[in-house]
Every structure is written in C-alpha cells, then in structure tokens.
C-alpha cells in the first residue's frame, strides 16, 4: 500500500514516528500472548496521521483495512496523544504576540 499518500509521511519520516511512539508505549504493539492487534504497529500510525494530517474518516480507515470502524476508533483514540507527543518538537505553534500598550485582556 501507499503509506505515504495515506498518511502523508514519507517511508523516513514514518521510519522515525515508528520509532519515537514504541519509545512512549508502556508495552510493546505486539504481545507474545493473547489475541494479535489486528493492525501492525505501522499500519496502525498510518491509520492515525492520516486522521490526523488527511481528514480521512474512520470509516474509511475500516473499509481500507477491512477492521471494524470501532477497531480504528481504538487505535486512533489511544495513538494519538502518544503521536502528538512524540512531534512535539516539530509542530508550529504560534509566536505569543506582545500585547499593545494599553491593550486589555478580554477574558
């Protein structure tokens, strides 16, 4: 599949996502025991970038990977603080602006 197109990562830039959330996760994607996700680990970023980046609805995510929508729901809810955590550091976030003099807050 075109991860790629779908997560809009390209192979490097997923490479070092891959990497950095396995470093926040308290366990590891796969377990020895019990019942396999039913998404890779890689599959499972792609799944939740392009949420994220692409607006590509859950729905669809389930249709792409033939998983229940709840499946993707799960993913997405539980990845996405642990992707936002591990971009942190490349994320714009907006300069603070110096109020004016005399400006007054509106809160």
């Given at each position: ?42 599959e499972a970023l ?55 003099p005399g400006a007054?807050?509106?809160?």
């Amino acid at each position: 599949m075109r991860f790629d197109r779908m997560s809009g990562l390209d192979e490097k830039q997923l490479d070092e996502l891959e990497e950095r959330v396995s470093e926040l996760l308290e366990k590891p994607w796969d377990k020895e025991t019990g019942r396999p996700r039913e998404l890779t680990f890689r599959e499972a970023l792609v799944v939740t970038s392009g949420y994220m980046r692409q607006n590509i609805i859950e729905d669809v995510w389930a249709d792409i990977f033939d998983v229940d929508q709840s499946t993707i729901s799960r993913i997405i809810t539980f990845l996405t603080p642990l992707v936002e955590q591990a971009t942190e550091e490349f994320r714009r976030h907006p300069r603070k602006q110096p109020k004016p003099p005399g400006a007054r807050s509106r809160w």
